[in-house]
């Protein structure tokens, strides 16, 4: 039996392993701190495993060639952080339109604008989920620590090629660049998923058919089932089309395919669940801090809980729901000056929520939770 | 020159700032403040000098600074010399200081729309040949060979450096020359012609990197002037894209370009048919250099 690999490395380190598992073996990128040694390890890594490292001349150029590439069946990736993400948004909506599997990381750092250079945040939420115009969906996952970077850099290219969309990795500076301990995975440990190829003749294949799920096959530049990816509003043929019904339908499908999914996307940690009258709701290194703080309260008798998000979006919002079902009062502490509460709330309005937000390119500490949690009883 | 002719008085940076030692990219913006006099206005964009000029205590420029984001340093000094002259201001000297990559990468959709415009300022690029700020990552300005944290041991960065004076001359702006720390008279007499003349105004200086490029920060001098000797970094000026002309002659025996690579660490492991390679395009560059210097005659 081949031994599991353990290894003490930083959360980008762990983000660059989880890609090469998961088979990705083409990155487009560009610097920018906290992000860079993402694209550095890809730099030194990939060529060796069959793959390509391409520096682009900035973040547009950086997710669009990645576009490129996954057209062409090549699981890719990029990584970035705040200024280079807000570059991305307008490729980030062909990824969404066109329906491309790709992952971009983007390690949150302080903003806005250039900002705290490099402090971290968690700030990216709502631009995460509508950066991009028009009505979308999106996959977002956020780990919290190292070992998180590594396992659900490999769920992104999962779920990426499953549902045929992006998927962001919303990691923070801190997650980033601490180091801890990694278990990686041996050959075979994790199941990678492909995308649906077309099964037909490639004379019935149409680009955007879907099957029933929801979601199409497909084929990729070279097969002999024809390919067509257009960014404008398009018809099952990939041919632009402006028919009001038909752009209703495609909007909708590509709505539905995730936010439908949920239950299948979506994932949540919990501690101290069992008789929690108070839960923390939060993601990121704002969790670590937070199940310090709960460890804590627990010493000195207080029922307090944890729910650690691992998906952002789409929001885990029944599986909060079921987990807090027997609480009295949730506590969202967030390094930003609000962006999760108010999805908590919407989730769980009949419950009383109470928020702690700190904007200054400082992690929030335990102490600083454990009093917010004194403030709101 | 000697030290007392110098024009300290107008020198608009402040002493003990944030810049590593022996950084040329520190030097040649004392060379540029002292050629410009103090009516500046400062456009900056992400690069090493946001952070020599914009971190309290070591806030390194006396005059405004606008500090903007990478992609966008040719558009807002546009906006902001436009501005300057709807409020009857015409005489502020706007400066666009940028990088390599924020002049030859993402920054060069908004130069490139900014010459053609021909706006009214001068667009000074301090080359360090790569994304020296976050760490040494290649740029399309690194040159063929170097080492770079993503172009690692063995794999070297591929491809030409972008040459982006011909770029600039071929937008038929005004005024156009390269410049370095090594010939100070020579960077200080462009830039005080680029100030008398009106319209786009665009400053190449090569910028010597220790910690990028793995030298004694007391060697930028000697490697600038390396540099021009080899023909890796001539020294000229292009007048409205068409007359070229050197302004600090460089032997017709130029010296070998190993002279220059040798002391650098990131061209250590450079093998000898790559630094043939390099001869050769430095070659091929010099003698259609000289034709168009020939031309303009």
């Known amino acids: ?377 | 020159m000697k030290i007392d002719e110098l024009n300290r008085e107008s020198e608009m940076i402040y002493s003990g700032h944030n810049a590593c030692p022996g950084c040329g990219a520190a030097l040649a913006v004392r060379y540029l403040t002292r050629a410009l006099g103090t009516n500046l206005a400062v456009v900056l964009t992400a690069s090493c000098w946001s952070i020599i000029a914009g971190m309290p205590p070591f806030t390194a420029l006396k005059c405004p600074v606008l500090h903007c984001p990478f992609p966008s340093a040719g558009s807002v000094g546009s906006g902001l010399k436009r501005g300057l002259n709807a409020k009857g201001l015409q005489d502020t000297t706007v400066i666009v200081l940028a990088g390599d990559g924020g002049t030859f990468d993402i920054g060069l959709q908004s130069l490139s729309g900014a010459a053609q415009r021909n706006e009214d300022y001068i667009f000074v690029c301090y080359d360090n040949e790569a994304y020296m700020n976050t760490g040494m990552q290649s740029s399309s300005a690194t040159p063929y060979g170097a080492l770079t944290n993503t172009a690692p041991y063995p794999l070297f960065k591929e491809g030409q450096k972008k040459d982006i004076m011909q770029i600039m001359a071929a937008h038929g702006i005004p005024y156009a020359a390269t410049a370095t720390v090594a010939f100070p008279e020579d960077m200080e007499e462009k830039l005080k012609k680029a100030k008398e003349i009106s319209g786009f105004r665009f400053i190449h200086i090569l910028s010597p990197c220790p910690p990028g490029w793995g030298t004694e920060s007391s060697d930028t001098i000697h490697l600038s002037r390396l540099a021009v000797a080899t023909g890796f970094f001539p020294l000229y000026e292009v007048r409205n894209g068409v007359n070229w002309k050197m302004t600090v002659p460089t032997d017709e025996k130029r010296i070998p370009l190993n002279d220059y690579l040798s002391g650098q660490r990131r061209f250590k492991k450079m093998d000898e048919p790559r630094r043939q390679i390099l001869q050769k395009e430095i070659d091929r560059d010099w003698e259609s250099l000289m034709k168009r210097v020939n031309n303009s005659k």
């Open chain 1, 1 to 377: 039996m081949v031994q599991s690999e353990v290894k003490f490395i930083s959360g980008n380190e762990a983000c660059a392993e989880g890609a090469f598992y998961a088979q990705a073996r083409f990155y487009a990128g560009y610097p920018i701190t906290p992000s860079s040694e993402i694209a550095q390890i890809a730099s030194e890594r990939l060529p060796t495993l069959g793959g390509c490292y391409v520096q682009m001349e900035d973040e547009i150029a950086s997710i669009a060639a990645i576009i490129g590439a996954s057209c062409c069946g090549v699981k890719s990736f990029t990584a970035t952080s705040g200024p280079g993400f807000s570059l991305m948004q307008e490729n980030l909506g062909v990824a969404i339109m066109g329906e491309v599997p790709c992952v971009i990381i983007n390690v949150q750092r302080s903003g806005p604008s250039t900002g705290l250079a490099t402090s971290p945040a968690q700030a990216d939420i709502m631009q995460c989920r509508w950066g991009t115009h028009g009505d979308h969906a999106i996959i977002a996952l956020t780990p919290s620590s190292v070992q998180e970077c590594y396992e659900l850099t490999i769920r992104a290219f999962n779920l990426s090629e499953k549902y045929r969309s992006p998927v962001v990795i919303l990691s923070d500076k801190t997650v980033a660049q601490m180091r801890e301990k990694v278990i990686l995975f041996t050959p075979g440990e994790v199941e990678l998923l492909e995308r649906k190829k077309p099964t037909g003749s490639p004379g019935e294949y149409l680009s955007f058919r879907p099957d029933d799920d929801g979601i199409p096959p497909m084929a990729s530049f070279g097969d002999p089932h024809l390919l067509r990816i257009t960014s404008s509003t398009h018809n099952e043929q990939g041919f632009t089309d402006d028919d009001p019904s038909n752009a209703f339908t495609l909007i909708r499908r590509l709505y539905d395919k995730i936010e439908d999914n949920a239950d299948d996307i979506t994932q949540i940690k919990t501690y101290f669940m069992e008789d929690a009258e108070t839960t923390f709701i939060t993601f990121g290194i704002t969790a670590r801090a937070a199940l310090n703080a709960v460890h804590k309260l627990r010493e000195e008798g207080n029922k307090v809980g944890l729910i650690n998000l691992l998906t952002m979006w789409p929001f885990p919002a029944c599986k909060i729901k079921e987990a807090v079902a027997n609480c009295r009062s949730l506590l969202v502490p967030e390094m930003n000056l609000g962006q999760l509460v108010r999805e908590v709330e919407r989730a769980c309005c009949a419950k009383e929520v109470h928020s702690y937000t700190k904007s200054n390119g400082k992690n929030i500490f335990p102490g600083e939770i454990i009093q917010a949690w004194r403030d709101s009883l």
